[in-house]
């Protein structure tokens, strides 16, 4: 294999996929996950991939898409740990926020802190709010803590370190001369901002999750390198962007978002070759549907994301996940009103039709009885169509006295109606007209939805990745390499020195440099971007608004100005007379990387020429008859109309009447939903 071979592996609840990509010949290959050991199933993928030609030791690159982190989080299986906090915020993880899981159930309890307070220790110092010493150290006191300290990872946590991370960084060093050899994680390298809760949770989970982590990567650093693998080891970031090892097993947290987040890279990579900049990203697979917004070819972030029942402070890709998958059960409640997920099938038993037990009706069960999907073409024993028939009979039909037909019809519409709401929050509610977007599908389901959702949301076309049941892998292949950094600043901006505001982005570009270096980027491949979250004084939350690199009182000006608008934009109003004060700067440094040809070659041939067969496919209620293709020998440039179904080998779609498919040079499908 030449030189330029790189392989991506992202790993899944049920697949790990991996994609290898080399001379512009793309191959793709799924083994089963191993949720005891997830390490194990990336590397049977990539043995497999060697077994069918992969030269592991001519691999230039290597991206993995991890879900270690998360599930240790989703489980609660993390490392013990302790927290080392200013004296009188011992409780902070345990009281948390106003907010209940249930506003009017007084007995709801609220999650689990993820440092028992026998393990929480107070030391006396305190810093104000702009980090001047109002009580120093005790250095005394944290040296006698090494001997109460009984735990394999330490959190240390100081009120306003965000401001001033000197007590931090002496704690740490006082720990280490008193003979303390664990991790220790500061929240000022963690999470340098504000909001107590959120800073605590954070630096918290990242030192839970170090050993775990840690041990995870050395075990895949360990086969790599016993197979002379050259490419370093790099994991996509919940951010969009590939990090070095080492740093993701430093901070954990960093990774809990990575598979979404490479799907969503993965998207706008493809949707950028067809000259798509601005887009809805639908990832739906057999329990869930993630889905996120792209505007000007870079994904939207956010710091607010959360992962089971805690806040992640980290840099995230804005993703809105609903419980809506090809697995998804649907069934009629007490009140009579048919429901679909969010409770799944899963891939075992999976829908009635995979014919491996399953009884409860499911999405893809729909679409299979209306003859959109043919279980038997993709699974050995797949279960007869009486068997699906009977299910959505008793579970929906009967009760809801009506026709199976008419029942399998009710249950896609109540899932488009789920994806549509979800898809609507990153659009409407952000301030955003669909009608502006492509609405990129992937994952196993997405492409049978999709053309439907776009005629809901009145979005004008349709995209379809060619690998679009393997995109996070793909995406890890495609993605820059992406760190941020942020330090909190809550000032008013009217009397923010643009010195003092430059000298601070200066030391957070500074970091940002450091990390490119370490991550071998040239100078030629670098950027680096300001923001600053900006809030009306009195606001609880903020947006992020650029902020340019020379500084000066206009420039400070026109930042506000951004601000205002982005305000009117998300809130529909704005006021250009009220106080505005700074919350949190931050820098993005990115180190741009070339993407590999994933172009597909031209099968040759007509349109005509791909067609397999034709069946009645279920439409608003109306069986029409409708030709069946093979994705895989659809022309370049070839065009059809709707209805149509297209059989791939990893997702179907269905055009749906009175739209146009054209299939792209790089073998993607666009579907004109108005043509």
């Not at 150290?137 to 803590?145: G, I, P, Q, W």
């Not at 279960?383 to 037909?405: F, G, M, Q, W």
């Not at 600043?489 to 570009?509: M, Q």
């Not at 071998?520 to 971007?529: A, D, I």
Request: proline share 7%.
């Amino acid at each position: 294999m030449p030189e330029d071979a790189r392989a991506g592996v992202d790993v899944g609840g049920t697949f790990t996929d991996v994609v290898t990509a080399s001379g512009g010949e793309v191959s793709v290959r799924k083994t089963p996950s191993t949720p005891d050991r997830p390490d194990e199933g990336v590397t049977n993928g990539l043995a497999a991939a060697a077994e069918a030609g992969l030269d592991l030791d001519a691999l230039s690159f290597f991206g993995h898409g991890t879900t270690h982190a998360t599930n240790a989080v989703l489980e609660g299986e993390w490392a013990e740990t302790a927290l080392v906090t200013t004296a009188g915020f011992r409780d902070v993880l345990e009281i948390g926020r106003q907010t209940r899981p249930d506003l009017y159930d007084l007995f709801a309890e609220k999650p689990a802190p993820v440092v028992p307070r026998e393990r929480r220790y107070e030391v006396p110092e305190r810093l104000d709010e702009r980090g001047s010493v109002r009580d120093p150290l005790d250095e005394a006191a944290v040296a006698d803590l090494a001997d109460e300290i009984d735990a394999e990872s330490v959190a240390v946590c100081l009120l306003f370190a965000f401001e001033n991370d000197a007590h931090e960084r002496r704690v740490r060093e006082v720990l280490r001369d008193a003979g303390v050899e664990m991790p220790i994680t500061l929240s000022s390298e963690a999470h340098a901002e504000i909001r107590e809760y959120e800073r605590t949770v954070t630096t918290a989970l990242d030192a839970a999750l170090r050993p775990t982590m840690e041990r995870y990567i050395e075990r895949l650093d360990r086969w790599l390198r016993a197979r002379d693998v050259p490419a370093p080891l790099t994991v996509m970031a919940s951010n969009g962007g590939l990090i070095a090892a080492g740093d993701a097993a430093e901070r954990p947290t960093t990774t809990l978002l990575s598979g979404p987040a490479a799907g969503v890279q993965g998207a706008a990579h493809v949707a950028e070759r067809r000259g798509f900049a601005d887009l809805l990203t639908m990832d739906m697979g057999g329990t869930s549907c993630d889905v996120s917004l792209v505007t000007e070819g870079d994904p939207k972030l956010t710091t607010d994301a959360a992962v089971g029942d805690y806040p992640i402070g980290s840099p995230a890709v804005d993703v809105h996940t609903v419980g809506s998958g090809g697995g998804s059960v649907a069934r009629v409640d007490a009140g009579g009103a048919l429901r679909v997920g969010p409770d799944s099938a899963g891939a075992e038993p999976g829908p009635v039709c995979y014919g491996r037990g399953g009884e409860r009706p499911t999405t893809t069960d729909a679409h299979a009885l209306l003859g959109r999907i043919d279980p038997a073409r993709f699974l050995d024993g797949a279960a007869d169509e009486s068997a699906v028939r009977a299910a959505i009979s008793e579970h929906v039909a009967e009760p809801l006295d009506s026709t199976v037909t008419e029942a399998a019809q009710g249950i896609l519409d109540v899932a488009a109606a789920n994806l549509e709401r979800a898809l609507r929050v990153v659009s409407v509610e952000r301030g955003r007209d669909p009608r502006e977007f492509t609405l990129v599908a992937f994952g196993g389901a997405g492409p049978l939805h999709a053309p439907r959702i776009a005629e809901r949301l009145d979005v004008p076309r349709v995209l379809i990745p060619r690998h679009a049941g393997v995109l996070s892998a793909v995406g890890l292949l495609v993605s820059d390499v992406r760190y941020h950094h942020s330090a909190s600043r809550v000032r008013p901006w009217a009397e923010v020195d643009p010195a003092a505001l430059d000298s601070a982005f200066e030391r957070l570009e500074a970091a940002g440099r450091s990390d490119l270096d370490d991550a071998g980027v040239p100078e030629s491949r670098r950027s680096l971007e300001r923001v600053v979250d900006l809030r009306y004084a009195g606001q609880s939350f903020s947006l992020s608004v650029p902020v340019p690199g020379d500084l000066d009182a206009a420039a400070l000006n026109g930042v506000a100005k951004r601000f205002h608008d982005a305000h009117e934009r998300r809130y529909g109003h704005a006021d250009p007379d009220a106080d505005v004060e700074s919350v949190t700067l931050r820098v993005r440094a990115r180190g741009r990387t070339d993407a590999p040809d994933l172009s597909a070659a031209d099968p040759g041939g007509t349109v005509a020429d791909a067609r397999r067969e034709s069946r009645p496919v279920g439409f608003a209620g109306e069986r029409t008859e409708t030709p069946v293709y093979d994705r895989e020998r659809l022309p370049h440039g070839g065009r059809f109309d709707g209805p149509a179904v297209v059989e791939g080998g990893q997702t179907t779609c269905v055009v749906r009447p009175g739209q146009r498919a054209e299939v792209a040079e790089d073998g993607s499908l666009l579907v004109e939903v108005d043509p």
